[in-house]
């Protein structure tokens, strides 16, 4: 089919456009028909969107106009009352490989995110686009076909649709090992580049992304002790060497610190600002700055020793030596609850740990075993 030059008209979703990006008349006279995917452009302009006709349009009198969405118009940089060139484009040739979609602040189940799917195959999706379908909203996102990007295409049936929530329940275990206190090649304590991830991810990236997570930090360690009076054995576990040793848990968050020693560590759930993670930073360095005193103290309250008695030694475990499935199996718990308390604002969960190990652990095979288990009972 020819080019076509169309006047450029704006419209809103919630006038007489109704849910069309795209109306034009129903005079004829431009050979476009409904289901026809067309290519929108100003002649001398580098920016070309592509738009799905689905209605012809009684009640536009002239027949070279075409009326585009406004939001999608302005994003594409599309001038009202300036002639655009317009021409029908095959499906095929313009069919996406994939979809992202941006969801925040809503619960998508399984079978929501299928019929999401459904809904858009055989339409066309542009980057930025708010889609309102079956109660929920969702934003486009990356679009890839080809192995490239493009800012508009063609939903097929063999189009892969990806959901990405942006408001999930994240836990970020830190392992707090011997190692945190030595320094890497460019003089930087292994805590610190922990701190620095951190930062940029509170800090620029979930911004940048419009993230509203549920997060929690919780450092974990193992620390082993040596010197501990007989009578006190029997409250502390042996590893497989016969190495006396306790696990600790630290659940850090700003509007509420919780501190627990145990095998259990309780979860409270809190959203923060970007000012509000600028403390929860400080908060960190604090924690890690006063841990090793705070680990003397608990010793030497929950072992006291005998007059004369040396106190126990304790000294923290290195990375290989921690208690990192035990700290795994801790996270699998959140999973294996998820229908319980079931948080309606949220959809996904994601735990991810900072070590500063080589990623080689010494674990008993016993609990090895069930940890994989368990994960592929969740399905992970």
Same mark, same amino acid.
């Given at each position: ?20 990006? *795209?109306?034009?008349?129903? &005079? =004829? !006279?431009?050979?476009? @028909?409904? #289901?026809? +995917? ?101 934003? *486009?996102?990356?679009?890839? &076909? =080809? !192995?490239?990007?493009? @800012?508009? #295409?063609? +939903? ?225």
């Amino acid at each position: 089919m020819a080019v076509q030059k169309l006047k450029v008209q704006y419209h809103n979703r919630d006038s007489r456009g109704g849910f069309s990006d *795209v109306l034009l008349s129903s &005079r =004829g !006279g431009h050979g476009i @028909s409904v #289901g026809d +995917v067309i290519e929108v452009y100003h002649s001398e302009d580098v920016h070309h969107v592509l738009f799905l006709v689905t209605v012809l349009r009684d009640d536009i009198q002239t027949r070279d106009v075409i009326s585009i969405e406004s939001s999608l118009a302005q994003f594409f940089r599309l001038q009202q009352h300036k002639t655009a060139c317009v021409r029908v484009v095959n499906k095929k040739s313009v069919s996406l490989d994939l979809v992202e979609l941006h969801f925040r602040e809503q619960y998508l189940s399984r079978s929501d995110c299928f019929r999401l799917s459904q809904e858009l195959v055989g339409s066309v999706v542009q980057v930025a686009k708010k889609i309102e379908a079956n109660d929920f909203r969702v934003q *486009v996102g990356e679009l890839w &076909r =080809g !192995g490239e990007k493009y @800012s508009c #295409g063609y +939903v097929g049936d063999k189009t892969k649709i990806v959901f990405r929530s942006s408001s999930a329940s994240i836990h970020i275990f830190i392992q707090l090992s011997e190692e945190m206190w030595l320094f890497d090649d460019h003089g930087d304590l292994y805590f610190e580049k922990a701190i620095k991830f951190l930062s940029k991810l509170f800090l620029c990236f979930w911004p940048e992304n419009y993230c509203s997570h549920d997060t929690n930090v919780i450092f974990f360690t193992r620390v082993y002790i040596t010197d501990l009076p007989v009578m006190f054995h029997d409250r502390v576990n042996r590893d497989h060497s016969g190495r006396l040793y306790e696990d600790f848990y630290k659940l850090i968050s700003y509007l509420l610190l919780h501190y627990r020693f145990g095998n259990r560590v309780s979860v409270q759930n809190e959203r923060f600002t970007t000012e509000e993670w600028k403390r929860v930073l400080t908060q960190l360095k604090l924690e890690f700055r006063t841990f090793q005193q705070d680990l003397h103290t608990h010793f030497v309250d929950k072992y006291p020793s005998p007059e004369a008695a040396r106190p126990p030694k304790i000294h923290v475990s290195r990375a290989n030596n921690g208690n990192f499935l035990e700290a795994i199996n801790m996270a699998l718990n959140f999973y294996s609850g998820y229908n319980v308390d079931r948080n309606f604002d949220r959809t996904g969960k994601l735990s991810f740990f900072l070590s500063p190990g080589t990623g080689c652990f010494m674990v008993e095979r016993q609990l090895s075993e069930m940890t994989k288990q368990r994960i592929l009972d969740l399905g992970e």
